[in-house]
């Protein structure tokens, strides 16, 4: 057993939105900034992105958030987010004035951002996440979480990071599967301010310690890697 394996870089070359988003948070105060993020490919309905967009401004807390291109159809889905030759053109899905009247309170930016950095960032003190395994474990060392599942593992993941290692909490959806802008507001809410935040956070330090410990010369997954690789060096075929 080996891990955290965590990416530390990215392919991405969008040098624009890292500056913009990393001189962002440098402006904001300590574990203030909620990060809003569903991967790579997760998308939500129109209808779902209205109720987000209104959610973390009813909440009245800072928030970092990468917005995707809306699945047009009912249900989330997987989907690759492309859009046209401006991907500004993505806050036209926004709802109408919200960018205006949370200048101050977020910032949104197109597409893709540099998580790493960002969940790394003394600012950064949550983390909204479609719990793919990747996201949770970059998380996981650090920052408390609040769990949105889409589709396939990210339901097991999310009762994992909630349940069994308690260290976020979750949306409830209604009987259409809308996370509702009360919802919404409430969890980011308690999340950033509510009682239970500092036995979270007590909790993400003690992984983070323990994923550090793991990662150490002597460490566990240190000698495992060791040890499987003197395996098989002493193969013989």
Aim: charged share 20%.
């Amino acid at each position: 057993m080996v891990g955290p394996i965590i990416q530390n870089g990215s392919n991405n070359n969008d040098k624009r939105n890292e500056s913009v988003c990393l001189n962002w948070l440098e402006s904001q105060t300590p574990n203030s900034v909620l990060y809003v993020c569903f991967g790579s490919g997760g998308t939500l309905s129109q209808q779902q992105i209205n109720e987000l967009a209104l959610g973390l401004e009813l909440s009245n807390q800072k928030f970092l958030w990468v917005l995707r291109e809306p699945n047009n159809s009912k249900d989330v889905d997987y989907k690759r987010a492309t859009i046209g030759n401006d991907d500004n053109d993505l806050l036209k899905y926004l709802p109408h004035g919200f960018l205006e009247r949370t200048k101050e309170q977020g910032l949104v930016v197109p597409l893709w951002a540099p998580q790493t950095k960002i969940l790394s960032h003394t600012s950064t003190g949550g983390f909204l996440t479609h719990c793919g395994w990747n996201s949770a474990l970059e998380s996981i060392v650090g920052v408390p979480m609040i769990t949105w599942p889409l589709f396939g593992e990210q339901r097991m993941n999310a009762a994992l990071l909630t349940e069994g290692l308690k260290v976020g909490l979750k949306i409830k959806f209604n009987e259409n599967g809308i996370a509702e802008i009360d919802e919404i507001a409430k969890v980011v809410r308690d999340l950033m301010l509510g009682e239970e935040r500092s036995g979270i956070q007590q909790r993400i330090e003690e992984l983070k310690d323990a994923a550090a410990c793991a990662l150490a010369e002597e460490g566990s997954s240190t000698r495992a890697l060791s040890e499987f690789g003197t395996r098989i060096e002493n193969l013989s075929f």
